[in-house]
């Protein structure tokens, strides 16, 4: 193993390029290397990117994000998580992982 270059990389996976997260504003990745990761936001609020794992933890529907609210809600029964991925309302008690996410040329980088 080079130190150098793990410390450099350490953490950081590429989940998919800007173009992609700029055409909605959502980036949802099934099968990333860290599992699924959904990415919220542009290029242009590169500074307030929101990644989390999109996996309900009431019973593990993928959420969906609502812009309008400014929150992610459960389609299945209804559970709201904030931002930062507290548990806000409905079944769901438990938050929502999340990651660091960054853009770092054409890319769109998420931290496990
Ligand atoms: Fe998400 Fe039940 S699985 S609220």
Redesign the pocket.
């Known amino acids: 193993a080079n130190p150098v270059l793990n410390s450099a990389t350490k953490g950081w996976q590429k989940v998919g390029t800007v173009a992609q997260l700029d055409k909605t504003g959502q980036l949802l990745v099934e099968n990333s290397p860290i599992g699924a990761v959904l990415v919220v936001g542009t290029s242009k609020t590169a500074k307030d990117l929101i990644a989390v794992n999109p996996t309900?933890t009431?019973?593990?529907?993928t959420i969906d994000w609502k812009a309008e609210e400014s929150k992610f809600v459960?389609p299945?029964?209804?559970?709201k998580f904030a931002r930062d991925g507290k548990a806000q309302d409905?079944?769901?008690k438990k938050p929502l992982k999340t990651y660091q996410a960054k853009i770092e040329d054409s890319s769109v980088l998420v931290q496990a």
């Open positions: 309900c009431h019973r593990g529907c459960c299945c029964h209804g559970a409905g079944p769901a």
